[in-house]
């Protein structure tokens, strides 16, 4: 059973563990050009710089808008990975979950990778034909399997997902903090926090075995986010993108395979640093 548990970092920390390996080996992407491209013109004498708005007639019209520089290369990688017997057997749970990696690579030097779209999804066969395989509803797996990213061995974003349900707690404090009791003697007395805070500490913790923890995001075609605003993960130069899969509990159907689709941009960091630049707010005080 290939399973590579190990403990998240704040966990580690805490247990005085060495941190996780990272992966033995990750391709590094290939640029869409050879030779590294100019940098950024600089702004006109305009207010804002390169980021000002001008009244210009563009040539083309709008056939501008939709033509993209050769340097910037549209990247896209699919995973997918057979079942092994270790994902069915009984001994898988959340203390002994079957982990094993998707896909990793390495962002180029001098480059910068914009990620737009995340597709984690499991198969299963359709029963009608040989070899052909169809899609399984969304998040009929979420109480067996988690998938995770990790850029540089860290979750970006604020996730949490309890995929381990958590009984209705008796008490109403269960997200607060513990308050002191009555002065006494010696002043207050701190009073033990209720047992809800470690019903739920316990269940926010169930993934650390593998070392996703919270950030372990339930089985189902989408990206995490609200998928009503745009979406985007930024990986620099020379970081280390790594995709997981986390089974904690033994799958009880017949799989097909496991896919992670991943897809977005690959450009100069220079370009990267002078976009961003041009996305913060106008500070309209007086100098």
Not at 79 to 98: A, C, I, N, T
Not at 213 to 242: H, I
């Amino acid at each position: 059973m290939a399973n590579d548990s190990f403990i998240d970092g704040s966990r580690a920390r805490e247990l005085r563990l060495a941190p996780p390996p990272a992966p033995a080996y990750a391709p590094v992407l290939r640029p869409g050009a050879s030779a590294m491209p100019y940098p950024p013109e600089p702004g006109s004498a305009t207010t804002g710089g390169s980021c000002a708005a001008q009244r210009v007639q563009l040539a083309g019209g709008a056939l501008s808008s939709l033509m993209v520089h050769p340097f910037v290369t549209p990247f896209e990688q699919l995973y997918r990975r057979l079942p092994e017997e270790g994902m069915f057997s009984p001994d898988v749970s959340p203390q002994r979950p079957f982990a094993f990696e998707l896909g990793a690579f390495q962002v180029p030097d001098r480059f910068a990778l914009c990620l737009f779209d995340l597709r984690p999804d499991v198969y299963r066969l359709s029963g009608l034909d040989a070899g052909d395989f169809v899609p399984v509803e969304a998040r009929r797996f979420s109480s067996i399997m988690g998938f995770e990213i990790t850029v540089d061995q860290r979750h970006p974003g604020n996730l949490q997902y309890q995929l381990d349900p958590v009984a209705i707690q008796a008490t109403a404090q269960a997200f607060t903090r513990a308050v002191s009791g009555p002065a006494g003697a010696g002043g207050l007395i701190p009073q033990p926090p209720p047992a809800s805070v470690f019903n739920i500490g316990a269940a926010n913790s169930f993934a650390n075995a593998a070392g996703a923890g919270t950030a372990l995001m339930p089985q189902r075609p989408t990206r995490y986010g609200p998928l009503s605003v745009p979406f985007m993960l930024v990986a620099r130069s020379k970081q280390t993108v790594q995709v997981r899969c986390v089974i904690f509990r033994p799958v009880s159907a017949a799989l097909a395979f496991i896919e992670y689709d991943i897809a977005g941009m690959l450009f100069p960091t220079e370009w990267l640093d002078a976009m961003m630049e041009c996305l913060k707010p106008i500070n309209n005080q007086p100098r």
